[in-house]
């Protein structure tokens, strides 16, 4: 037997995993990181039981990261992710944050609606 | 307040999306699947809480997806994971399987240890 | 010693061949396509020498793909870019387009400038 | 008109984009780094016209870059890899390096056989 709100916190695990497995390496710079966030923000909407995600790439890391091309690659020191997602009545918020020197990505609140 | 099970259900869903989403698209074909399969299992192994993890790539279905150069991309419909993860008391077995269309990740079981 | 126009066509290949791999598998829907094709468009034209890239995701096969949640994955069925490099005097272009069973990249044209 | 060798850096340019925006990201440790070698050797070689593929992930950068829970993510800065192409009669050896910030792809060779 699983509970709902342990399916709703799995649901919100494979998320975060799937977005930081899937964007990160993408080259990226001041003027294209708005169109990155706007592009992980509508792929990870589509899956299953996400209700929001709201994204944000640190523009001051991406102008101490760039290489001699003029850019760098979406990494996690530079990814701020929340996401909500609802399995029947639970709701789960769950975010990626870089902390010290790994992306941590926590549950910050487990509730029913 | 998030219960040990609802994290430990995280975690898991945070391995099975990380491991998908960085390792589809992945050549394979017959010769190189169980390189493919050894080097999955031991880089998923290493993230937090992971206790065991079962990777196996349908050969029948790589063999009907050859194209013309012998290869084909690991995806969805080749892939069998199933894998065990321990947040402090509590043991998730999870695993991602292709159900009709869709990589279905279940969590299988939820117990303590 | 290797030739202005070896080194373009080099150039063009390392495009194709990191914008296949960075973005198959990002889920995309009818309603996400475009987003898409902006994010890869942007972050591929900041490599160093892409003087421009085309990304045309097909509706129509992404209509055919969708699983029971409303998405798919992108892949190199319904992916149609073509780009153009230029290194030094020579410009390349080149181009990604399913062919039989297999997402071909080619070299269109190679010409001074 | 597009002549072998250009053809042939082509071919080399996308396997070393292929092979970058695939597998890095993937997690790895002093004991996995030769599994994870494997499969991308083994993997990369199965695309058209490879010959021979190098690969080289450097301890003493996963040494340095070990996170709190004992892994680290393959990134430029530890991958050197050297490969062999041949389209027809010419064989074009190119290789990535990291050099200053940058995980520089260039060809080494183009010759006939």
């Not at 003029?70 to 997602?85: A, F, H, K, P, Q």
């Not at 918020?93 to 010290?100: E, V």
């Given at each position: 037997?699983?509970?709902?709100?342990?399916?709703?916190?799995?649901?919100?695990?494979?998320?975060?995993?799937?977005?930081?497995?899937?964007?990160?390496?993408?080259?990226v710079?001041?003027?294209?990181a708005e169109?990155?966030?706007?592009?992980?923000?509508?792929?990870?909407?589509?899956?299953?039981?996400?209700?929001?995600?709201?994204?944000?790439i640190?523009?001051?890391?991406?102008?101490?990261?760039?290489?001699?091309?003029?850019?760098?690659?979406?990494?996690?020191?530079?990814?701020?992710?929340?996401?909500?997602?609802?399995?029947?009545?639970?709701?789960?918020?769950?975010?990626?944050?870089?902390?010290?020197?790994?992306?941590?990505?926590?549950?910050?609140?487990?509730?029913?609606?």
């Amino acid at each position: 037997m699983v509970t709902e709100s342990e399916r709703a916190a799995f649901e919100a695990g494979i998320k975060l995993g799937a977005l930081y497995h899937q964007f990160t390496g993408t080259p990226v710079g001041l003027d294209t990181a708005e169109s990155l966030e706007q592009a992980i923000k509508s792929s990870i909407s589509l899956q299953p039981y996400v209700r929001d995600v709201r994204v944000r790439i640190d523009r001051n890391i991406i102008s101490e990261s760039l290489n001699r091309f003029g850019y760098c690659e979406l990494n996690g020191r530079m990814l701020d992710v929340s996401l909500e997602v609802e399995f029947e009545k639970t709701r789960v918020c769950a975010a990626l944050k870089y902390d010290g020197n790994y992306p941590m990505m926590r549950i910050e609140e487990v509730h029913g609606i």
